[in-house]
């Protein structure tokens, strides 16, 4: 697809839930693009919002490494990632060099519900 772009969706466990019900809403618009989603998100996008997803690795096992890294490549577009901000992670580490090379690379980053609908709306615009 011409205008297609590489767009990353990813969400920890209780906001999993609040990304299938976003991307069921907006599939229409998703499914012109790319998507790549960490494992267990993924999985979930397929399943509950009827989505085609490049499903990468689990976020703990180095899911949002493999982002990263994407990011650094000029691999990816934009990057959805809705966090949960009342629970510790194991792997905040990765979690934070994620968000840290979005920032670096001036990646379109969205981190909750209002601004995923900015970025997607920001995206349909580009593609126009
Ligand atoms: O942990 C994540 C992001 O930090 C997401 O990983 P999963 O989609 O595999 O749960």
Redesign the pocket.
């Known amino acids: 697809m011409p205008h297609q772009k590489k767009i990353a969706l990813?969400?920890?466990?209780a906001k999993?839930d609040l990304i299938v019900d976003w991307a069921s809403a907006n599939r229409d618009a998703l499914s012109h693009h790319h998507i790549y989603?960490?494992?267990?998100?993924?999985?979930?996008l397929m399943e509950g919002a009827g989505l085609a997803v490049e499903r990468?690795?689990?976020?703990?096992?180095g899911?949002?490494a493999q982002l990263g890294a994407m990011i650094a490549e000029e691999r990816l577009d934009a990057l959805i990632?809705f966090?949960d901000p009342l629970s510790a992670?194991p792997?905040d580490v990765?979690?934070k060099s994620?968000l840290r090379l979005a920032i670096l690379y001036d990646t379109p980053l969205a981190i909750n519900k209002s601004s995923a609908d900015a970025v997607l709306c920001a995206l349909k615009n580009d593609t126009d």
């Open positions: 990813v969400a920890h466990d999993k989603a960490t494992g267990t998100t993924g999985g979930r990468l690795l689990s976020g703990p096992l899911g949002d990632f966090i992670l792997h990765d979690v994620l």
